[in-house]
């Protein structure tokens, strides 16, 4: 479903926010009104709740171990998911000339990014977070994983939500900055990949771990601070988790001061 296809109505949003309700609708209809989201939903549960979960504890892994695995393939799957989403809804509008388009209606290029950030953060989020950590913790209590609480589950899926979305703002600002998809891609999953990197090496600097989200999901450290949560542990450290959040205001706000300068 393009751009063009969707019938705008008149809008009554004033300033920044002109056209961020219709936009928004146009982004969540490429969601909720077609086969997308329930084609990301069994993917998502195929990928995660099978692979992660089920068929780990079904080869060597103890329940705990498949608890730890999930987590940490939803932080990097779910995370890639993000960076493809989040390059592609800018890139590959600017490049089909539908952000010219669009932007020539009654809508403010706040409420684009705004928009394009909302409706794949809430899509992931339902289709890649919510369904598959629900699931996820029936299994692991299935299986009789001990100390496991919904609301400590809740909140280790919420710091899959933060690491997600720290990829999700990241990609969002890089694809602003950038005409070509090489730099974006490039350097959003060089630093996905450089978390996965630190487990062969014991020896990183604390302060990238303290400031970057590797171990929200990663057994880095002294464990994933997603794992602390879940069994209900106080959590070592809450530096990772406030950096991650000032990190995406950071990439949220240069999107959209960059898109705002962009040329069409």
Not at 18 to 24: E, S, V
Not at 66 to 76: E, Q, R
Not at 178 to 184: A, C, D, W
Not at 233 to 260: K, S
Request: proline letters at 5%.
């Amino acid at each position: 479903m393009t751009t063009n296809t969707i019938s705008m109505i008149p809008t009554r949003e004033r300033g920044w926010r002109m056209g961020l309700g219709n936009m928004l609708a146009k982004e969540l209809a490429g969601w909720y009104r077609t086969r997308r989201w329930w084609i990301q939903c069994l993917l998502w549960l195929v990928i995660l709740n099978g692979g992660g979960i089920d068929l780990n504890i079904r080869g060597d892994q103890t329940v705990a171990q498949a608890g730890g695995s999930f987590l940490a393939m939803a932080g990097f799957a779910l995370s890639i998911a993000a960076i493809s989403m989040a390059q592609d809804s800018i890139l590959g509008e600017k490049h089909s000339g539908t952000a010219a388009w669009v932007l020539s209606k009654p809508l403010r290029r706040p409420a684009f990014v705004l928009a394009k950030l909302i409706a794949i953060g809430l899509g992931i989020l339902v289709t890649g977070i919510v369904l598959p950590g629900a699931v996820a913790y029936f299994q692991l209590t299935h299986f009789g994983l001990q100390g496991l609480t919904p609301l400590g589950f809740a909140g280790a899926m919420g710091l899959v939500a933060l690491n997600t979305l720290f990829y999700l703002t990241l990609a969002l600002m890089l694809a602003t900055l950038f005409n070509g998809r090489g730099p974006v891609l490039g350097i959003s999953l060089g630093i996905l990949i450089s978390g996965l990197m630190i487990l062969f090496f014991p020896k990183t600097p604390g302060l990238l771990l303290a400031i970057l989200p590797w171990r929200l999901v990663m057994p880095l450290g002294q464990g994933p601070l997603a794992g602390y949560l879940a069994l209900g542990a106080p959590l070592p450290t809450l530096t990772p988790i406030i950096a991650t959040i000032l990190w995406c205001l950071l990439f949220t706000g240069v999107a959209i001061w960059r898109f705002r300068r962009e040329e069409f």
